[in-house]
């Protein structure tokens, strides 16, 4: 696949307790579940996996507890190939994500941010060399967002990936220098104030707010993208037999911005991104489920 690009995801790393569910419970309802399963996840922790495991030089910025979930996802982002040489250990429990996941491989998550709250501006001036060097750098919501403004004024030297996720309004300075910015349906809908009529339509009105480009992700429709300026164009995906959708957007996160570090352009990332993604929902869990190159046939 060629040489790597240096990327860095500055974001978060928690452990997914997942429970499986007949159905996610109404108001007042009461559902029994399997029994917990644990496993290393959050939205920059997964990215920075996705990446590493497809061969990426690949830092993670981000912190945990100095406690067993802690020291799981430190064990997981280094099998990935990751270098957590920034990952720091703070005085607050690692971040938590109950994830409910129903029988369709559909999910319902809520997350305790933890020692995720210690991403923080301060945190990261010990980190200024990583991000002068890195060809891509990666944010997501799951961290301060006085943090993902902060990356987006110092990180001018690399492409940012910015993911906004969780669904957020984002500052004119963050969005300007988003290449691309990533969202889903129902993320877009926030920032656009509402759904349009199409992908094409909610990726012009994405647009319009001012970021170098764009993708959204479809689910199983793939995605739709353009540059500034440009047309929107979609990707599909391949059928799959869904079995966790669990982290199926950072995979692709992850991929793309692995794609663009090693000078793809937005079209072709997008389509290795959607292979990847569409790899990781047949598979369960969120960063176990992730692909290494050999296991797309190339």
């Known amino acids: 696949m060629g040489s790597s690009g240096r990327i860095v995801v500055v974001g978060s790393a928690n452990a997914d307790l997942v429970l499986d569910v007949d159905h ?3 108001a007042g309802e009461t559902v029994l579940g399997s029994d917990v399963r644990v ?6 922790a997964n990215q920075a996996v996705a990446a590493g495991r ?5 830092t993670f910025v981000g912190c945990v507890g100095d406690d067993d979930h802690g020291a799981m996802l430190r064990r997981s982002l280094e099998a990935a190939g990751v270098d957590v040489g920034h990952l720091r250990t703070v005085g607050a429990p690692t971040g938590n994500a109950v994830i409910l996941l129903t029988p369709d491989g559909e999910n319902a998550i809520i997350v305790s941010p933890g ?4 991403v923080t501006p301060a945190l990261l001036t010990g980190c200024r060399a990583a991000l002068a060097s890195a060809d891509v750098v990666v944010l997501q919501l799951e961290i301060p967002l006085d943090t993902v403004e902060h990356v987006a004024r110092e990180a001018t030297s690399a492409r940012l990936v910015v993911n906004a996720a969780p669904a957020a ?21 926030v920032l656009v104030g509402g759904a349009r009529t199409g992908p094409g339509a909610t990726v012009t009105a994405l647009l319009a707010l001012g970021p170098r480009s764009v993708v959204v992700t479809l689910g199983g429709a793939g995605a ?29 996160v992850g991929a793309l911005a692995l794609a663009l570090a090693r000078g793809a ?18 598979r369960r869990g969120a960063q176990e489920s992730y692909p290494h190159p050999h296991e797309l046939g190339g």
């Open 24 to 26: 996610r419970p109404a």
């Open 39 to 44: 496993t290393p996840g959050g939205k920059g």
């Open 54 to 58: 497809l061969g990426g030089d690949v």
């Open 115 to 118: 020692a995720n709250r210690h």
């Open 169 to 189: 309004t984002l500052p004119a300075e963050v969005l300007a220098v988003a290449d691309p910015l990533v969202v889903n349906e129902s993320e877009a809908a």
């Open 224 to 252: 739709a993208h353009a540059v500034a300026g440009g047309r929107p164009e979609h990707t599909g995906a391949r059928p799959v037999d869904v079995v966790d959708t669990t982290g199926a957007g950072d995979a692709f």
């Open 265 to 282: 352009d937005l079209g072709d990332a997008v389509v290795a991104a959607t292979e990847v993604a569409a790899f990781a929902v047949g």
